[in-house]
């Protein structure tokens, strides 16, 4: 069983910065993809960004030029370094894992929070 550990998020006002952290742990802990989630309030979970095992990244385009989605695969650690944050940017971030057994796993959430 992998398990997610996000942490890094917090309060942060606008045009400013910070990074993400997550951690995969377990017991033979395979992971393909990673990425990053968001969940507003009354809004559907979106991709932010995903990063394969090989390293290809993918960015939604409201932060593409902005964040930056980086691997560690010795560490099965994913970052997510947010800059020039707007009060839109305001969310639960999760972390994902696409596992190479095919299962998929989440982490509980971290909040950012923008002020304007």
């Known amino acids: 069983q992998v398990q997610l550990v996000e942490s890094g998020g917090g309060l942060v006002q606008a045009g400013g910065s910070l990074r993400l952290s997550c951690v995969a742990s377990g017991s033979g802990v395979s992971v393909n993809t990673m990425g990053w989630f968001r969940q507003a309030p009354g809004k559907q979970r979106e991709l932010v960004a995903s990063?394969?095992?090989?390293?290809?990244?993918n960015y939604a385009g409201s932060v593409r030029g902005r964040f930056i989605i980086s691997r560690d695969i010795n560490k099965n650690t994913v970052y997510l370094q947010m800059n020039s944050l707007k009060p839109e940017d305001t969310a639960l971030y999760y972390c994902?894992?696409?596992?190479?057994?095919?299962?998929?796993?989440w982490g509980q959430g971290t909040q950012v929070t923008v002020s304007s």
């Open positions: 990063i394969t095992f090989g390293g290809t990244t």
């Open positions: 994902n894992a696409d596992l190479w057994t095919g299962h998929t796993a």
